[in-house]
């Protein structure tokens, strides 16, 4: 049995991975299953709740780009997340995305330098080439299923949190 098929077995016998984190409060099962899968847990706190999310990371020119064009295989507690924001590591700058070849609606949280959620862009209208922007300069920039934020309580100014974020 390959690694990953393994881990992710795991994570359902515990409860289908970062849902059931989020709400018994130990973030180091889920944070170590999803490094050695590639993603990291992402968490989100605010008067909503607190939610964690097991993603993936662009943080390369290239992957940033790419994005999660042509995907479909998106879960309910996944996403993409964008670190650094810009890929340079270079101080935080307003971002423009789009939904093009992107057939899943998605919420997109952009993320200020203060790790707090400065613009949700909620449920966006797959395959767009209509720019979404930030609105102000940004640290980094989250992506989740389309109507996520809404469905658990996540607003701006709620606070975001991963492994190596200063």
């Known amino acids: 049995m390959k690694p990953a098929v393994a881990i992710g077995l795991i994570l359902l016998a515990?409860?289908?991975g970062g849902?059931?984190?989020a709400?018994?409060?130990d973030d180091a099962p889920v944070a170590?299953?999803?490094a050695r899968q590639g993603a990291?847990?992402?968490t989100i706190k605010g008067p909503g709740g607190r939610h964690v999310f097991t993603v993936e990371r662009a943080a390369t020119?290239?992957?940033q780009a790419q994005g999660l064009?042509?995907?479909t295989d998106l879960?309910?507690?996944g996403g993409m997340l964008f670190w650094p924001y810009p890929p340079d590591g270079s101080a935080p700058r307003e971002a423009s995305f789009w939904m093009r070849n992107t057939p899943t609606s998605l919420d997109i949280l952009f993320i200020r330098a203060d790790g707090t959620i400065a613009r949700i862009a909620d449920s966006t209208t797959p395959m767009s080439d209509v720019p979404i922007p930030s609105g102000e300069p940004v640290a980094a920039v989250l992506e989740l299923v389309g109507g996520r934020s809404a469905e658990l309580g996540i607003a701006e100014g709620d606070r975001v949190s991963w492994p190596g974020r200063r």
Do not use: N
Request: no cysteine; charged share 15%.
């Open 14 to 16: 515990a409860g289908g």
């Open 19 to 21: 849902a059931w984190y």
């Open 23 to 25: 709400t018994h409060g």
């Open 32 to 34: 170590a299953a999803a």
């Open 40 to 42: 990291i847990p992402v």
């Open 61 to 63: 020119e290239t992957e």
């Open 69 to 71: 064009m042509f995907r």
């Open 75 to 77: 879960t309910p507690d």
